[in-house]
């Protein structure tokens, strides 16, 4: 196993909390996604 293994999976989960947060936004509050598209 590599040594930089934990780091990555750390990287990979703090993208997809941040991709979920946003998501979660995105569905709550549609208006603000449309807008930004």
């Given at each position: ?11 990979n ?13 995105a ?11």
């Amino acid at each position: 196993m590599c040594k930089d293994s934990p780091p990555n999976i750390r990287s990979n989960m703090l993208e997809f909390f941040t991709a979920a947060s946003a998501f979660r936004t995105a569905i709550s509050k549609p208006h603000l996604t449309l807008g930004k598209m």
